[in-house]
């Protein structure tokens, strides 16, 4: 990492992470000496969620430990507890702590129906002399994932809708997504991505979001469109492990075997199988107030632009002048339920979950339960909790080795890292000088290269590894999460991050308690929920010996400031203590700049 890169984070921050850099490689493998297997319930937390919180009552270790006697009850428990949120009688999952901080003004979308949000943010989104309102949803929605992910108590959930918003990927300021963002979040993704397949696709299908992204709302005979049909195969079912290149026509393809899930079937698509899918497409469109259609932004067919010949997509067939809602429910059964895209799924669940290459065995079962449960309403969470808890021993999620063979992508090191530090503050959309603070904080986060829905591409935010190993997403990530520590510390201000607060609390304000040594132990300890020494904490590791002696590094960078001497009582002329910001030391700074040193090691930033 070049200097000018560790420019920004001061010269102290810099000292350390330049020797911390390079903690894991790209193929999961070499992690750093001062990198510790966890804590069985720790890696448990860190892979399903966001990772241990102590101010959470419901996901942390003592939660997880209160579950069974054994790691493998406590985790069966675990999981089948964040598979089965609480919901609504509308579906929509309960969770009191983020329910309440959504319930403040600036967040005046998420319980509007899709009509209201049409009506008040397409329709009169941008009216002559008025607010311009239309990015009301998609502002909102974006600062909402954070609030999500940070305090929510599913974070199993918060997981699986990123996971699904990256797989049926839509840019959340496109023209159409925008106003209507709320519903595509609630609606579609979050209502569905524990339940049916089948059901999830035919919701993106009706959205205004996707057929306008993907270019089917100018899909017309003669001459079709194939975007969308191209990502519905390519990116949303089957996928391209599944295509078998264009040389081979449909009849060429082989079939799956008899005794095989989908005997019979052809065994992938080839591209004769997307031209006829867009052919079915054409016609499919949505109420935009253009082509006599209504101003509503309902899914909507327009019989004039639709091809009537007759049509094969993987071995299903339609005659000619098959009604058009028969003809596309067809091929979207046959590609949905088709084994391959279980497998697509299957696979793409256990590299989030699992690892960038996960054991085959564990694909091939979550493959065939997706496709035993074809038309099961839990289809989805069935498939999960097949590649979470099955019991293949090494490689499996069970297996604690897995861990740091993931590195955390800019979201998952901002979450963990603001959960780490204690944040209290509710992100919402910019309305008055009191949401300044959101705002600059979207300002930094989205230099990280994932910023909330902002992937322009079809195929959404990547899930590899070496993807998130350049400087940009870590740097951007570790300055976002400096600037939310130091936001607000100014004096008679209230930090976000209480960081001096929780400190105090733990050792009150004796400055006795102060050291460098104890301060270190606690906040390493706090941060990950565990330690490797039941006595000592974390006392004696590499890890523990970086923060302290960040603690302990005077301005002059020549003398050290002694561990155990307590800061503030008049060792090395300094008699105040880590409330206060005065010279030499500047004590209050360096409480802040320990615990960033924490979030930014390569202990915090693998999973």
């Given amino acids: 990492m070049s200097a000018e890169v560790l420019s920004g984070l001061g010269a102290a921050r810099r000292a350390v992470l330049a020797g911390a850099i390079g903690a894991a490689r790209p193929d999961g493998g070499g992690l750093s000496s001062s990198v510790l297997t966890p804590f069985y319930a720790a890696y448990v937390l860190g892979r399903l969620g966001f990772g241990h919180w102590a101010h959470s009552s419901f996901y942390n270790i003592a939660h997880f430990q209160s579950l069974g006697t054994t790691d493998d009850e406590r985790l069966v428990a675990f999981v089948d507890e964040q598979l089965n949120p609480t919901l609504d009688g509308n579906g929509n999952v309960v969770d009191p702590d983020v329910d309440a901080r959504l319930a403040i003004p600036q967040y005046e979308t998420l319980n509007k129906t899709f009509d209201q949000l049409w009506a008040d943010y397409e329709v009169n989104g941008n009216p002559s002399g008025g607010p311009y309102v239309r990015d009301y949803p998609i502002r909102e929605g974006e600062r909402a994932v954070f609030v999500r992910a940070i305090y929510g108590r599913w974070q199993l959930v918060e997981q699986l809708a990123d996971f699904w918003h990256n797989h049926f990927n839509i840019y959340g300021y496109d023209r159409y997504a925008a106003p209507t963002w709320t519903s595509w979040d609630r609606d579609v993704i979050r209502k569905n991505m524990l339940g049916n397949f089948r059901t999830m696709l035919q919701k993106t299908f009706e959205s205004p979001a996707m057929l306008y992204f993907l270019d089917n709302y100018i899909n017309r005979a003669p001459s079709f469109n194939e975007n969308y049909a191209r990502e519905i195969c390519e990116l949303h079912t089957l996928g391209a492990i599944n295509y078998l290149g264009p040389e081979l026509q449909q009849a060429e393809v082989p079939l799956i075997p008899a005794g095989e899930d989908g005997a019979g079937q052809p065994i992938g698509y080839v591209d004769a199988d997307v031209y006829e899918m867009a052919r079915a497409l054409t016609g499919w469109t949505f109420g935009n107030g253009q082509n006599d259609t209504a101003y509503d932004g309902h899914q909507t067919f327009i019989t004039a632009w639709h091809d009537i010949g007759q049509k094969t997509v993987l071995g299903a067939f339609v005659p000619a002048n098959t009604p058009p809602a028969t003809e596309i429910a067809t091929f979207l059964d046959r590609i949905a339920k088709h084994p391959g895209t279980g497998r697509h799924i299957a696979l793409k669940l256990a590299q989030r979950f699992i690892g960038d290459d996960p054991p085959e065995a564990i694909v091939d079962n979550a493959a065939h339960v997706f496709y035993q449960n074809i038309d099961a309403p839990d289809q989805l969470r069935q498939t999960l909790r097949a590649i979470l808890l099955y019991d293949a021993g090494a490689g499996s999620f069970r297996d604690v080795t897995n861990f740091g063979n993931k590195i955390k992508r800019p979201f998952e090191t901002v979450v963990s890292g603001l959960r780490g530090a204690h944040l209290d503050y509710t992100f919402r959309r910019n309305v008055s000088d009191e949401s300044a603070s959101s705002d600059r904080f979207m300002d930094r986060f989205r230099r990280t290269g994932e910023r909330p829905f902002d992937w322009r591409a079809p195929n959404g935010f990547p899930d590899n590894s ?142």
């Avoid at 006595?535 to 960040?550: E, M, P, Q, S, Y």
Wanted: aromatic share 12%.
């Fill in 466 to 607: 070496a993807d998130w190993m350049g400087s940009t997403a870590l740097v951007h990530a570790w300055r976002t999460i400096d600037w939310a520590i130091d936001e607000n510390t100014g004096s008679g201000q209230t930090p976000i991050a209480p960081v001096l607060a929780v400190t105090l609390a733990e050792f009150s304000a004796d400055p006795n308690q102060h050291t460098p040594n104890k301060l270190a132990n606690f906040w390493i300890g706090h941060t990950f929920g565990w330690s490797p020494d039941g006595a000592n904490g974390w006392i004696g590791t590499d890890l523990h010996t970086k923060v302290r002696d960040f603690m302990c590094r005077n301005t002059d960078t020549l003398n050290m400031w002694p561990p155990d001497a307590p800061i503030g009582t008049g060792s090395a002329g300094n008699t105040q203590g880590i409330d206060t910001n005065s010279s030499p030391n500047y004590w209050y700074n360096r409480l802040r700049g320990m615990v960033d040193v924490i979030l930014f090691s390569p202990q915090f930033m693998v999973r």
